[in-house]
C-alpha cells in the first residue's frame, strides 16, 4: 500500500473469490476415483435484478477414503457472493463461505516404547524408540473406528467501492468470521513392544472456537501538479480484533478406571476399541483464552516524476 497505492495494509482483508457475473451460467461436476472418492460440485451465476444486482452460488460435497484403517474426510461446502451495482461510482459486494469438514484423521507412525535395553552394560528404561514399521506400514490406526474431528468455519465479507469524482475514492472492506476445531478420540499411546500391547489410553475431547472481526478504510486522491508530476494521498485506518479458547477434557479418574483392560491396553492384533459416552469427559485438564486486539493508521504521499521514472515516496 506505501508503495503502489489502495491496496490491504498487513494482509489483513486479501479476500479473492469468484465474482458474480452479468450473463447467467450453470454448471454441474462429478468425479469419482479409488480410495471411495466423490466429488460433486454445482456453480450458478447471473443477474437477479438487471444491470443492478448479480449473485453467484457454488457448493460442493468431497469424500474420500484413506489407506489407514477407518481414516475418511467429507467435506461440505457453500459460498454465495452479491454483487450491487447502486450507482457507476458506487457498488457493494457480499460474500458468505460455509465449510463443515468431518475426518477420522487416523494416527502418525506407530512409535515403539522400549521397556528396557541394555546400553554399554547399563539397563536403560522408558525410552522412546524407533517406529514400528509392521504396523505403520498395514495403517494400523490406534484410535478406532469411533475418532471424530470436526471443523465448522464460517465467513462474512462486505465491501463498498465509491468513487467520490475522478480524483478521489475511498474503500472500505469488513469482514467476520468463526470457525470451530473439536477433536473426540482416544490419546495416541506408544507402543510397547515387549507386551506388544498400546498401553494406558484413555478417551479424549478438545474443542477450540476461535471468531475474528476485522476491517479497512482507506481514501486514495490523486491529483497533478502541472503537467510534470503526478501526486497520490493515501489515508487507510484498519483493525483486527480476534478471539481464541480452548478446552481439552479426559475422563473422570473413578469412571476411566471402570473401562475393560483389553480397552486401555490395546492389542494390535485383536483390538476391543471401545465405546465411551461424552458426558463422561467431565474432567477440564487444560483451558486457554486468547485476545488480540490491532489498529493502524498509514498516510503516505507518492509523486511520480518523469513520466514515472522517478517516484518518491513516504508513508508514516
Not at 535395553?117 to 514400528?132: L, M, W
Amino acid at each position: 500500500s506505501a508503495m503502489f497505492g489502495q491496496a490491504n495494509p498487513g494482509g489483513l482483508i486479501n479476500y479473492v473469490t469468484r465474482r458474480a457475473k452479468s450473463k447467467s451460467s450453470y454448471r454441474l461436476v462429478g468425479i469419482l476415483g479409488s480410495n471411495a472418492y466423490q466429488r460433486y460440485e454445482g456453480h450458478f451465476t447471473g443477474p437477479l435484478i438487471k444491470h443492478k444486482l448479480f449473485y453467484r452460488l457454488d457448493g460442493s460435497y468431497n469424500y474420500l477414503e484413506g489407506v489407514q484403517d477407518f481414516w475418511f474426510n467429507e467435506t461440505h461446502a457453500l459460498s454465495a457472493n452479491l454483487v450491487y451495482k447502486h450507482s457507476p461510482k458506487t457498488t457493494f459486494y457480499y460474500d458468505i463461505e460455509t465449510m463443515d469438514r468431518y475426518m477420522n484423521v487416523g494416527a502418525g507412525a506407530v512409535l515403539n516404547r522400549y521397556n528396557s535395553y541394555d546400553v554399554g552394560g547399563q539397563t536403560v528404561n522408558n525410552v522412546i524408540g524407533g517406529i514400528n514399521e509392521e504396523l505403520t506400514r498395514a495403517g494400523f490406526n490406534q484410535h478406532g473406528p469411533h475418532a471424530r474431528t470436526d471443523r465448522e468455519i464460517q465467513t462474512h465479507d462486505f465491501r463498498l467501492e465509491h468513487s467520490l469524482n475522478s480524483n478521489h475514492s475511498l474503500r472500505m472492506n469488513l469482514q467476520y468470521w468463526e470457525r470451530t476445531y473439536e477433536t473426540i478420540r482416544w490419546t495416541t499411546p506408544q507402543y510397547y513392544v515387549e507386551d506388544r500391547l498400546f498401553k494406558l489410553r484413555e478417551p479424549f475431547r478438545q474443542k477450540i472456537p476461535e471468531d475474528s472481526f476485522s476491517g479497512q478504510i482507506d481514501f486514495l486522491s490523486k491529483f497533478w501538479f502541472g503537467n510534470w508530476a503526478q501526486n497520490e494521498l493515501l489515508l487507510t485506518f484498519d483493525f483486527s480484533m480476534q478471539g481464541y479458547e480452548r478446552e481439552d477434557w479426559r475422563m473422570n479418574l473413578t469412571e476411566r478406571n471402570k473401562l475393560p483392560n483389553d480397552v486401555r491396553n490395546l492389542n494390535p492384533t485383536n483390538p476391543n476399541y471401545g465405546t465411551f459416552k461424552l458426558s463422561s469427559l467431565d474432567r477440564l485438564t487444560q483451558s486457554e483464552i486468547r485476545e488480540a486486539n490491532l489498529f493502524g493508521l498509514m498516510a503516505r504521499e507518492r509523486f511520480a516524476l518523469l513520466d514515472g521514472d522517478l517516484i518518491l515516496f513516504a508513508s508514516g
